[in-house]
């Protein structure tokens, strides 16, 4: 039994993948709650599935790239709950779920962008073929300077639609396709450690600078 989650964007999402198919998705009710609400997810899906702790067999989780503080949650969850149960767990790019989504549910056609939300008035931004598969990116930077006539997959299109004019598709990541995709041996699997494009928002603060 495959766990999958994604903390990549303001509301978490959590699946179970059984060999099959998907068993169970769920997608947190509260935006930007995600220490709050991972766990209590997890433990969700679990119980209207059946399945305990011991069932699970390895996690996949998003690695963004999104805010600092939802991926720490997400990716230090998945790291904890496979060394516990000694399971495999892997990392996901959370625009390629976006993109193979949209390339199977028939949202494109061709050549596309997924762009979704970098906060501080920016997108993160990668290209993909029809099937799905990344040509180039992730890379962030201000909507007018990536802007395009393209087809966009997530909520970038809906954030900028001066810039991104011409939107399809799925909106955010969703856990039962980033659970399916593991499963069929379709993504590109990373080690589960947050992908920033950028230092992030909240720093330690440095030492104070000698005065002579």
């Known amino acids: 039994m495959l766990l999958a989650f994604d903390t990549a964007t303001p509301l978490v999402t959590v699946a179970l993948h059984d060999g099959t198919d998907v068993v169970v998705e769920l997608v947190a009710e509260r935006a930007m709650k995600h220490a709050e609400q991972l766990a209590p997810l997890i433990d969700r899906a679990m119980s209207e599935s059946g399945v305990s702790r011991q069932d699970l067999t390895s996690i996949a989780a998003g690695v963004g790239p999104g805010p600092f503080t939802g991926l720490r949650v997400g990716l230090v969850t998945a790291r904890t709950l496979a060394f516990v149960l000694g399971i495999s767990v892997y990392g996901v790019c959370s625009l390629d779920v976006l993109a193979v989504e949209a ?18 008035k920016e997108v993160y931004l990668a ?15 201000k909507p007018a300077a990536l802007a395009t006539h393209e087809l966009v997959v997530g909520e970038g299109g809906a954030l900028y639609p001066d810039a991104f004019s011409n939107r399809t598709g799925p909106a955010a990541p969703s856990a039962g396709w980033l659970a399916r995709m593991v499963a069929d041996g379709r993504a590109e699997l990373h080690d589960p ?10 720093e330690a603060p440095r030492a104070p600078k000698r005065v002579s």
């Open 127 to 141: 290209r993909y073929d029809a099937t799905g598969a990344r040509l180039d990116g992730p890379i962030v930077g």
């Open 103 to 120: 390339a199977d549910s028939g949202a494109v056609d061709g050549e596309f962008v997924v762009a979704t939300d970098a906060r501080r």
């Open 193 to 202: 450690e947050p992908l920033y494009l950028r230092r992030p928002d909240v």
